[in-house]
C-alpha cells in the first residue's frame, strides 16, 4: 500500500536525522549560513550540505504527513462507503423470497456468504439457510464459528 511506503520513508527519515552530528542539530536547523562552530573534522563546506540535507529531508517528512493525512482521509471515506454497500446488499437478500436468496447463495464466493450472513438479522438467515445447500450451509456455519473447513465433512 501507498500509505505503507510513506510510513517507511518517515522513519528512514527520522532515522537520519537522528544520526546527523551532534553539532550540526544544535544548529537548530537554521539557515545554513548560521550554524554553530564547525565540527572537528568537518569543512565548513561539508556542514553546509549535511544542513541542506537536513533542511530537505525536514520539507519531505512534512509532505509525507501530508500525503499520509489525505490517504487515511480517503481510506476512511471508501471504508465508509464499503460498509454502506455491505448493509445494502444484506437489505437486500434479507428481503428476497428465502429459496431465491438460497439459491444464489449457494455459487456465490465464501467470502461473500460470509459477509452476507453475519450482517442479517437471524431469523432472516436462518429462513434463507434452510434452502441453502447443505454442504454450503456447513461451510458457511464453519466459517461462522471460526472452524477451518475440512475436506470430507469431518
Given amino acids: 500500500m501507498m500509505s505503507k511506503r ?3 520513508s518517515l522513519q528512514a527519515a527520522t532515522l537520519l536525522l537522528c544520526l546527523l552530528p551532534s553539532s550540526l542539530q544544535a544548529a537548530g536547523g537554521g539557515s545554513p549560513g548560521t550554524s ?7 569543512g565548513k563546506g561539508e556542514e553546509r550540505r549535511i544542513l541542506l540535507m537536513k533542511q530537505d529531508l525536514e520539507r519531505q517528512i512534512e509532505e509525507n504527513r501530508k500525503l499520509l493525512a489525505e490517504i487515511d482521509k480517503k481510506l476512511a471515506l471508501y471504508q465508509s462507503l464499503k460498509k454502506q454497500s455491505v448493509r445494502n446488499l444484506v437489505k ?6 428465502p429459496r431465491t436468496a438460497a439459491s444464489q447463495i449457494d455459487i456465490m464466493p465464501k467470502a461473500l456468504r460470509l459477509t ?3 450482517g442479517m438479522n437471524p431469523r432472516k438467515a436462518s429462513r434463507i439457510m434452510r434452502y441453502v445447500d447443505p454442504r454450503v450451509a456447513a461451510e458457511i456455519s464453519a466459517q461462522m464459528a471460526g472452524i477451518p473447513p475440512t475436506a470430507g465433512g469431518d
Fill in 6 to 8: 510513506i510510513v517507511q
Fill in 36 to 42: 554553530s562552530a564547525p565540527s572537528p573534522g568537518v
Fill in 92 to 97: 437486500l437478500y434479507e428481503s428476497m423470497a
Fill in 116 to 118: 452476507l450472513f453475519s
